[in-house]
């Protein structure tokens, strides 16, 4: 995926910079505008700022970047493609930047792999794919577009020389494109090819996002015997109505037991198709069966396939890709997160916009009904400076300050437990029909409740007048307790309070309360906040920037702002130091 994304002038509404449109959002509504900012797009960054560029998250030295491709492992190197503009600070002159990690934390950037430079690509070399063929020979599928219409066609790149353990330079063979859309595909919707895999039958498939008839979500399926000629298959491997366009999909198996990741496509295991939703801005996901026999896949009966259903996170987290890693045997996907600062004028005047998020080791969780994401361990390299805190009671109002770390650049793990859940707030049935971040945005960390909220008051000023809030609320439902995850970032910076985009962004955590016990992980990383919740079960990442709160200005607390008390059980707390990457 690749889209002319930019920002508009000063809208009235809050305004996120997403991939492809200028999207406006409020109450799960969005509007979208094809601007591009063709007077910016190729204006070189003269001077990059620091202020709130991150520490171990990954970026460039300079410019603007997108969606993640073809992460791969290969002779012992992880590989990581992106898109890129090496011109300018807002979306355009797209090209496949490169790096190279051996570790997936500290970076070699290498020169661009793929740009356009055929007619087959000469209007855009966009979002793809990995797979690595018998005989350990990696090849790229990705989006080429053709034309000033965006008519889009499927390519291949294969490396120039095998033996360059980073794989440094790609061709494009002349044979490309290899797969070209019939007349009933939409052609200006028509990309960002999957990693392949082979049925028992020995054909190669993959999959490509599309829409039919404005609304219907689409995973379009190829075949091939050799991985040159391709077949489109006579069923999409699934589609669903209401969804809209769909974008960078992803389609795995799953053990039933265990972490482990898989690379074996048996009718045996469960599957995770996820698709990055034009309409929203969100990734969703659904869990079910793939018919290996009509190459179909089924969600489970209880996976919600619409706008409703999982996400695999629920704040600014877009155009996801995921690999199989065997060195680790693990499943890996990797995200990226778009500026929501303010207009594309500053973007250009700082120099740098979009990071890639820390990337998760992703697993099914025991229940079969969702997955489970955290941070890849080798992060866990960066950590230094470190506190603890435990048995600390909180009561109503009360707030504890971690000490002794750099809280603008911190990872930190929290327990929480209570005594009671006899203080729950009833949960309004009217909320059902809403989405989580409405019921965060309705009941914020400053609103006093039973159960919570509590959490970590993030890349907070002193007395609070910035912070980014992270915490739960627990409510009684009929049947059961909901407990609800936010990440608030409406009091994140005391500057652009009218224009900036500060989202209640939130999901609910399906967990036992059995044991009365909440836990949390927040990695904050100057203008991120990337938090997992019971264990990864739910992920909310933020883009915040605060105008006081930075560099050895910015504090950390535990809070807690309900009538019910809650114990720090334990509270381990790191400085991270920064990712070396060598520009």
Not at 9 to 34: G, M, Y
Not at 155 to 165: C, E, F, K
Not at 230 to 243: C, D, E, F, M, Q
């Amino acid at each position: 995926m690749d889209y002319s994304s930019n920002k508009s002038s000063r809208w009235a509404l809050p305004v996120i910079l997403v991939c492809f449109f200028v999207i406006l959002l409020s109450n799960n509504v969005v509007f979208a505008s094809h601007k591009v900012f063709i007077h910016l797009q190729s204006q070189n960054a003269v001077n990059v700022h620091t202020v709130h560029r991150t520490g171990y998250h990954f970026q460039p030295e300079k410019h603007w970047i997108n969606d993640p491709n073809a992460p791969m492992y290969f002779n012992g190197v992880y590989h990581l493609f992106y898109q890129y503009n090496p011109n300018g600070s807002v979306w355009g002159n797209i090209v496949w930047a490169h790096s190279v990690s051996k570790d997936l934390i500290n970076w070699i950037n290498l020169e661009p792999a793929i740009y356009p430079s055929k007619p087959f690509d000469q209007f855009g070399t966009w979002s793809g794919s990995a797979t690595i063929l018998p005989g350990n020979k990696p090849v790229i599928l990705y989006t080429g577009i053709i034309d000033a219409n965006q008519t889009q066609v499927q390519n291949y790149a294969i490396p120039a020389n095998l033996s360059d353990p980073y794989l440094r330079e790609w061709i494009k063979p002349d044979n490309n494109p290899l797969i070209i859309a019939d007349e009933s595909i939409n052609k200006t919707k028509f990309r960002d090819p999957t990693t392949a895999w082979m049925g028992k039958d020995g054909h190669w498939r993959i999959v490509m996002g599309s829409l039919r008839k404005h609304s219907r979500g689409l995973a379009i399926m190829y075949r091939s015997k050799d991985f040159m000629k391709w077949v489109k298959a006579k069923h999409p491997l699934h589609s669903t109505n209401g969804t809209g366009n769909w974008e960078c999909p992803d389609f795995y198996p799953v053990s039933s037991k265990g972490t482990d990741g898989l690379d074996q496509y048996g009718e045996e295991h469960k599957y995770v198709l996820k698709n990055s939703m034009d309409l929203t801005r969100f990734e969703y996901y659904t869990l079910g069966k793939y018919d290996t026999k009509k190459d179909r896949y089924v969600p489970d009966p209880d996976s919600v396939d619409s706008l409703k259903g999982l996400r695999l996170d629920y704040g600014n987290f877009y155009a996801s890709k995921s690999f199989y890693d065997p060195s680790k045997n693990r499943r890996v996907i990797w995200g990226w997160s778009n500026e929501s600062d303010i207009f594309p004028e500053d973007d250009n005047a700082k120099g740098w916009a979009g990071i890639q998020l820390i990337p998760r080791k992703v697993w099914l969780d025991p229940s079969g009904k969702q997955l489970v994401q955290w941070p890849v361990e080798e992060l866990e390299t960066l950590r230094t400076q470190k506190v603890q805190l435990s048995n600390k009671k909180m009561n109503n109002g009360e707030k504890i300050e971690v000490t002794g770390i750099t809280p603008a650049q911190a990872d930190v793990e929290v327990t929480f437990s209570f005594a009671s859940l006899d203080k729950a707030e009833s949960f309004d049935p009217k909320w059902n029909d809403m989405y989580a971040q409405d019921v965060c945005g309705l009941k914020g960390a400053d609103v006093q409740g039973g159960l919570g909220p509590f959490g970590l008051a993030t890349l907070a000023t002193e007395n609070l007048e910035e912070n980014t809030p992270v915490f739960f609320r627990v409510f009684k439902a009929q049947q059961n307790y909901k407990v609800l995850l936010c990440s608030d970032a409406k009091r994140s910076t005391l500057k652009f309070n009218e224009t900036m985009y500060k989202a209640s962004f939130a999901g609910f955590v399906d967990v036992d309360l059995a044991d009365k016990k909440l836990s949390l992980r927040s990695l904050i990383d100057n203008s991120v906040i990337e938090t997992f919740g019971a264990g990864g079960k739910t992920c909310i990442t933020s883009r915040v920037y605060p105008t006081l709160a930075i560099n050895d200005e910015a504090h950390l607390f535990a809070f807690n702002n309900g009538t019910e008390p809650i114990t720090i059980e334990s509270l381990d707390a790191w400085s991270m130091g920064k990712a070396k990457i060598q520009y």
